[in-house]
């Protein structure tokens, strides 16, 4: 994420120069500097940040590394766009709200690129019309074909895919989630041992409304994300395959052909034109002065209900959740 970002600082957003990288792996850093040319390079992000050279930073390292590299950016008065999840746990992204609150500035923009997405943005609209009258209930689908990463265990599903809906549900609806209960079928074969995958997690929220959401990060075909609302006198779908290509393919064996279209095989494919606008509209903000999009509190909040949904995984019964008032 970090290289892609990296390319479309330097190649696709107005308005900002690429100056420095930095991560730890010299081998990959070094071959992306050369690619973008010109750029310097830091082994440690500390020393990116304190640099003079930077006036404000993208942070796509682990999330385990954010706080320190979050409260870095605020000490220096930077402005940062932090990656999700804000911080691991609910702790440490208070500890990052209170340091932006206590230097006096908005600094923080969460990476929730799905609300910069042009068809989240129409669902929103639609949502806020009324037209459709009191939204009811929201069905969230997330698969992934499959994830690399060695680490990505059970709570990473929660942490790391299922925050994306905990962000996209409070946004939608407007309003907090109360509740979250994470439920699970015998887990596909695909998964690594011990690995909870797929896993559904039932949300409530403040005024009553359902939020269903599958998780499944070995689904083996590609990347869909879907959205269908359910209001009292209507219903929206978004994120069907939008290619519009329709495809004929015969069967090698000499069988029946089958029909049908590609899958966009990860996210930075199917969301590129929200992390484009994203980006920009964080460039933009930060060149004023200002935060727009998901806050440092709303990656609070997200945390907070994932440390709830982390518990629930494990015992299986619905686990509350208070929001702290702003
Ligand atoms: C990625 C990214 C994707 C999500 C993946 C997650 O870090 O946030 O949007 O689909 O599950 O691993």
Known sequence: MGADHARRLATRIA??????????????????????????????????????DVDAVVLASPGSVHEEQLLACIERGVHVLCEKPLTMDSES???????????????????????????YVRLKALLDSGRMGRTLLLHQTHRNKS???PD????????????????C???????????IQVISPTPTSHAREGVVDPQIAILRTASGAVVTNEVFVNARTGYEVRVEAVAERGSAIIGRPASGVYTTTADPGGGDGSWGGPIDPDYRVRFERAYDLEVQAWVDASRRGEVVGPT?????????????GMQSLASGVPVAVETPGS
């Open 15 to 52: 308005g900002a120069s690429l100056t420095a990288l930095a991560d730890p792996d010299e081998g990959r850093v070094g071959a992306l500097a050369e690619e973008l040319d010109g750029i310097a390079v830091h082994a440690d992000p500390l020393d990116l940040i304190a640099s003079d």
């Open 93 to 119: 992204s208070l500890r990052v709200v209170e340091a932006e609150r206590a230097g006096g500035r908005d600094l923080v923009q969460v990476g929730f690129m799905r609300r910069f997405d042009p068809e």
């Open 147 to 149: 994830v690399p990463h």
């Open 152 to 167: 990505f265990r059970s709570e990473m599903i929660v942490r790391d895919s299922l925050v994306h809906e905990i962000d």
């Open 169 to 179: 549900a409070r946004w939608l609806l407007g309003e907090e989630i109360v509740s």
């Open 296 to 308: 440092s509190r709303d990656g609070y909040v997200s945390t907070l209900v994932c440390t709830a």
